[in-house]
């Protein structure tokens, strides 16, 4: 049954199935075939029903925004067979809308500037994350946009190296007094490898693999010898 005016809806005909459509010309009322579906379970019909309603979705848009692409997705998904949608990509989406959708939900690609990434950062920092968790984030926008262009979602894309920023890491520096406290209750042999460290700027897994063979008393010097390979 036809209801709305230029609604496609299914249609089944003599077993075969049909997405058609009412069109007005002048004052005739007339009935469009828009596709040929062939002999398919219903099921399988609403399905390319639903891809039809996307695609013509698609025609539309010219620069999305991300709520826009978010809702894109959305529809998408429901088209797609439980098991050919990669769960990476679900997840990407996932931390998209838990994260920083309400940050750039009416911004469109080309409107992300670094200050929207300030904010993306600080509201992750907020929440508690980690720099390292933060950073994953902007990896996964990376990932939803790359996501969006291949599907067409969207038609343009921010610089990638500016999703490509990294919250640094503070380093922790220690003063002489907390150096000597902590080498004092580290006992002896901990406390030679963190004197060792210190002194050198080994790190921890080159100390622990020391061999008198690469240590040279009388030239004062360590060689560490690193080993590649399968």
Request: glycine share 4%; aromatic share 8%; charged share 30%.
């Amino acid at each position: 049954r036809l209801n709305k005016e230029n609604e496609p809806v299914l249609v089944q005909d003599k077993g075969y199935w049909y997405i058609r459509r009412n069109r007005s010309i002048g004052s005739k009322r007339r009935r469009e075939t828009l596709a040929n579906l062939g002999k398919i379970t219903e099921r399988e019909a609403r399905r390319e029903l639903a891809k039809y309603e996307l695609r013509e979705r698609r025609k539309i848009i010219t620069l999305s925004t991300f709520k826009g692409v978010y809702d894109e997705f959305l529809a998408w998904y429901e088209t797609q067979s439980p098991h050919s949608v990669r769960p990476r990509t679900i997840q990407s989406f996932k931390v998209m809308s838990r994260h920083y959708l309400p940050i750039i939900q009416d911004l469109s690609p080309d409107q992300i500037k670094h200050e929207t990434l300030e904010k993306i950062k600080a509201a992750c920092l907020a929440k508690g994350l980690s720099n390292r968790t933060t950073n994953i984030v902007l990896i996964e926008l990376k990932k939803v946009l790359k996501f969006a262009i291949k599907r067409e979602f969207l038609h343009s894309l921010p610089p990638f190296e500016m999703l490509s920023q990294r919250v640094n890491n503070e380093i922790l520096r220690l003063t002489a007094a907390e150096i000597r406290t902590l080498l004092k209750n580290a006992g002896y042999e901990v406390g030679f490898y963190i004197t060792l460290m210190i002194n050198t700027g080994m790190r921890p897994h080159e100390c622990v693999k020391l061999d008198w063979g690469n240590i040279n008393i009388p030239a004062g010097t360590i060689t560490i010898i690193i080993v590649t390979g399968k």
